[in-house]
């Protein structure tokens, strides 16, 4: 077994583990997802506030998809 195997085998497991946290604590997920963007946007001045809600939703979305299902994170938090 060569190292990109290794690798590939820690990625696989990484990517269980946040599927399994999304799963059972996908509001929590949110939240947290929502408070940061607020906190980013709060200390830029609200002047990137579009692009940083963009991106909590891009991440909301690839999380919730972990599964292949888009049913953890609910929508519309923040």
């Known amino acids: 077994m060569g190292v990109f195997d290794n690798l590939k085998d820690a990625a696989e497991s990484l990517k269980d583990k946040a ?3 999304v799963d059972g604590h996908g509001d ?3 939240e947290g997802l ?3 963007g ?3 946007d ?12 963009q991106g ?5 979305s690839q999380l919730d998809n972990l599964d ?3 049913d953890d994170i609910p929508d519309n938090q923040g």
């Open 34 to 36: 929502d408070k940061a």
């Open 68 to 70: 292949g299902q888009n």
């Open 28 to 30: 929590k997920v949110g």
């Open 38 to 40: 607020d906190f980013v």
């Open 42 to 53: 709060e200390k830029t001045g609200g002047k990137y506030g579009d692009k940083i809600d």
């Open 19 to 21: 599927s399994d946290l």
């Open 56 to 60: 909590v939703d891009q991440a909301k």
